[in-house]
């Protein structure tokens, strides 16, 4: 099929603009990651603006792992994202399979429960108050719980799982399976991508974590990453004498940021091919 001139224009003009976007979201990153390799003294003589090092040095990134609490936050935050993401998926799933069946008494009524926590909520220092007298200040529970659902979550596993034909279910039923074994062994398996999808919003909220930290954790051995991190940036810059010696304190900023990135950098592609079908929701064809 021969193109028009009118669709070669638009093709074109679609590619500039896509390209545009894409240095846009790159480059932040691709001058963080310059930054955080080369020496600082090569840093200060290009006034602070680094692309492409001329020379690489992994300084930063050793005193960061070697002498900071980075080690121990990264460990504190990959137990609150495996725990706090396993939770998640758990109840949000055991949520949205029921409200998903008409059959469900009361249906209505619990719909609009979610709906009203989706738009209002209960308030820092309320919520602040429940987490203190349930006894989870200083606690990794005090990241996972006040977060175990998140209601926008539970509306898109919803309307997946009403997408999927009822005949499945209604033959199911024939058998002789009840509502948890539906779930378990028909629906989950059918639900991949949306599942995938929506751990991935999980994780990466978790992985982020920084607003509960801050609100409910005083114990320093119990911060996440992203508190650390922050801690990090917000330091004051050291002096620049003697620049060839020292390890600046914007270089660390910049390695610090990459050691707090690179974990979802490097997962997001593993799920990226689950992502858009996920989001696709009621793609089952019956």
């Known amino acids: 099929m021969v193109k028009s001139t009118n669709d070669r224009i638009a093709n074109a003009v679609v590619f500039i603009i896509l390209l545009v976007c894409g240095l846009v979201a790159v480059f932040p990153l691709l001058y963080v990651l310059s930054v955080s390799l080369t020496p600082f003294s090569e840093v200060l003589k290009n006034g602070g603006f680094i692309l492409v090092p001329r020379s690489i040095t992994f300084d930063a990134y050793h005193k960061l792992l070697m002498e900071s609490n980075i080690p121990r936050a990264f460990g504190v935050t990959v137990l609150v994202t495996v725990i706090g993401t396993i939770l998640n998926m758990v109840i949000t799933a055991l ?21 009203f926590t989706l738009l209002f909520s209960g308030g820092i220092i309320p919520t ?9 200040l200083d606690s990794i ?12 979550n ?5 309307s997946f799982y009403e997408s999927l034909p009822e005949e499945l279910f209604e033959s199911a039923r024939i058998d002789g399976a009840k509502e948890f074994r539906i779930l378990l062994q028909i629906v989950a398996p059918l639900s991949v991508p949306v599942t995938l999808t929506i ?18 954790v005083t114990d320093r051995t119990l911060f996440p990453l992203q508190v650390v991190v ?30 707090a990135s690179l974990p979802i950098i490097m997962v997001y592609p593993f799920l ?11 793609s089952v064809k019956g």
């Open 95 to 115: 949520m949205a399979y029921p409200l998903s069946r008409k059959q469900l008494p009361g249906r209505n009524l619990f719909l609009m429960m979610v709906v």
């Open 154 to 158: 539970v509306l898109i596993m919803k």
């Open 272 to 282: 990226q091919k689950h992502f858009t079908k996920g989001m696709l929701l009621g």
């Open 199 to 216: 751990g991935l919003f999980y994780m990466v909220g978790h992985w982020n974590e920084f607003f509960q930290a801050i609100m409910y």
């Open 230 to 259: 922050r801690e990090i940036l917000i330091q004051t810059q050291q002096p620049l004498e003697n620049a060839d010696n020292m390890t600046p304190s914007e270089t660390l900023q910049m390695a610090s940021v990459i050691l």
């Open 128 to 136: 602040y108050l429940v987490v203190k007298s349930i006894g989870l």
């Open 141 to 152: 529970w005090a990241m996972i719980l006040p977060n175990l659902v998140w209601s926008f």
